[in-house]
């Protein structure tokens, strides 16, 4: 199994580069539609729902489009769609929050009294989940928002020590791949150091500065990892 993570800065791109390689590589999953993958794969859900609800998760259905009367629409049936899967959702998270029972535990005592605490805990959860999943199923992932970027989005959040985030990604499975998005003239000491760790753990970089237009080659690049 190979997880691709994306990581950068926000508004640099991850989500409008990710979607041009899921055109290309269309077999993979992310974090989010392996859920549903998997609920289909065991008869929980049919396959219209799964093929609609993953369409959704793909094309950022939940973010507002031109056309408002499609797009609540396709949000109506989108949240349908999840809310009839919400109780088997909440058992899996049970279940990962207890196989990452350290990692919750570090991150709530880092996070006290945060006002996103319980939102952070749930976007871990889910990648996580989705991790557990693809690992059972050995389903290659590839992801805008993997745990990695959330480490950052927590850094973003409150001031973390080198100590602090080192706990907290041991508690963490590794992605095989990071592909690296960097803003021209980037210079954000969080960031640096969430580099550093993960370097540190012989995680595999893939560059890409916002100025490199040899996206056919990163593109090559990720065909070879999942060949």
Same mark, same amino acid.
Request: cysteine-free; aromatic content about 16%; overall charge positive.
């Given at each position: 199994?190979?997880?691709?993570?994306?990581?950068?800065? %926000?508004?640099?791109?991850?989500?409008?580069?990710?979607?041009?390689?899921?055109?290309?590589?269309?077999?993979?999953?992310?974090?989010?539609?392996?859920?549903?993958?998997?609920?289909?794969?065991?008869?929980?859900?049919?396959?219209?729902?799964?093929?609609?609800?993953?369409?959704?998760?793909?094309?950022?259905?939940?973010? #507002?489009?031109?056309?408002?009367?499609?797009?609540?629409?396709?949000?109506?049936?989108?949240?349908?769609?999840?809310?009839?899967?919400?109780?088997?959702?909440?058992?899996?998270?049970?279940?990962?929050?207890?196989?990452?029972?350290?990692?919750?535990?570090?991150?709530?005592?880092?996070?006290?009294?945060?006002?996103?605490?319980?939102?952070?805990?749930?976007?871990?959860?889910?990648?996580?989940?989705?991790?557990?999943?693809?690992?059972?199923?050995?389903?290659?992932?590839?992801?805008?928002?993997?745990?990695?970027?959330?480490?950052?989005?927590?850094?973003?959040?409150?001031?973390?020590?080198?100590?602090?985030?080192?706990?907290?990604?041991?508690?963490? %499975?590794? %992605?095989?791949?990071?592909? #690296?998005?960097?803003?021209?003239?980037?210079?954000?000491?969080?960031?640096?150091?969430?580099?550093?760790?993960?370097?540190?753990?012989?995680?595999?970089?893939?560059?890409?500065?916002?100025?490199?237009?040899?996206?056919?080659?990163?593109?090559?690049?990720?065909?070879?990892?999942?060949?």
């Amino acid at each position: 199994m190979k997880n691709i993570e994306f990581l950068g800065l %926000p508004n640099v791109g991850k989500s409008f580069f990710f979607k041009k390689i899921k055109k290309l590589f269309k077999k993979t999953h992310n974090y989010q539609s392996i859920f549903y993958f998997w609920l289909f794969k065991n008869k929980k859900i049919n396959y219209l729902s799964y093929k609609l609800i993953v369409h959704f998760i793909f094309n950022e259905i939940t973010d #507002y489009k031109k056309n408002k009367y499609l797009f609540f629409f396709q949000r109506k049936i989108y949240f349908f769609l999840k809310t009839k899967s919400s109780s088997e959702l909440e058992i899996q998270h049970n279940k990962v929050k207890k196989k990452y029972r350290l990692f919750f535990k570090k991150l709530s005592n880092f996070l006290k009294f945060h006002k996103e605490t319980d939102r952070l805990s749930k976007l871990f959860a889910d990648i996580l989940l989705g991790y557990e999943l693809a690992k059972t199923m050995k389903i290659d992932l590839i992801s805008s928002e993997g745990l990695v970027q959330r480490l950052f989005s927590v850094s973003l959040r409150k001031k973390i020590l080198k100590r602090d985030l080192r706990a907290l990604s041991s508690y963490l %499975p590794n %992605p095989s791949h990071i592909i #690296y998005l960097v803003k021209d003239k980037q210079t954000n000491i969080s960031i640096d150091e969430i580099v550093k760790v993960y370097h540190s753990k012989n995680v595999k970089f893939i560059m890409l500065k916002d100025n490199d237009k040899k996206f056919h080659e990163i593109f090559y690049k990720i065909s070879t990892i999942l060949k």
